[in-house]
């Protein structure tokens, strides 16, 4: 099992960065994908979550117009798409993956998520 993310990097407040969490090794898309961020010396937070079939999605307030999150399932990746980038959103990025039935909403909590991927750093200038 495994959720590659990727597409972090260094850019100014205001600019973009697409995020990829990219899986292999399990059936992602019986699946909901979520995506986790946590800052240095801060808890996890949960920023965005996607059902198995794409059809819903659920945002942390913080993120909320900022953030949108979609899934390709042939290609079996899900994408983060982060506009309007602003310093308190600097953190390591996680995606991780948990099973549900076809008719699941998900839920951004991690303590449901089983599958984790390694992290991708975002900064964020002022």
């Known amino acids: 099992v495994q959720l590659q993310a990727s597409g972090g990097g260094l850019v100014q407040a205001g600019g973009s960065l697409r995020l990829s969490c990219a899986t292999s090794?399990?059936?992602?898309?019986?699946?909901?994908i979520g995506w986790f961020r946590q800052a240095p010396k801060k808890e996890r937070e949960g920023v965005s979550c996607i059902s198995r079939s794409g059809g819903r999605t659920e945002y942390a307030d913080s993120v909320k117009g900022r953030f949108t999150l979609s899934r390709d399932n042939a290609k079996k990746t899900a994408y983060l798409q982060i506009n309007n980038l602003r310093p308190e959103d600097t953190a390591i990025y996680y995606c991780?993956?948990?099973?549900?039935?076809?008719?699941?909403?998900?839920?951004?909590?991690?303590?449901?998520?089983?599958?984790w991927g390694q992290g991708t750093q975002v900064t964020v200038s002022s």
């Open positions: 090794g399990f059936n992602s898309n019986e699946h909901s």
């Open positions: 991780a993956a948990v099973r549900t039935i076809v008719t699941a909403p998900c839920a951004v909590t991690a303590g449901k998520y089983n599958y």
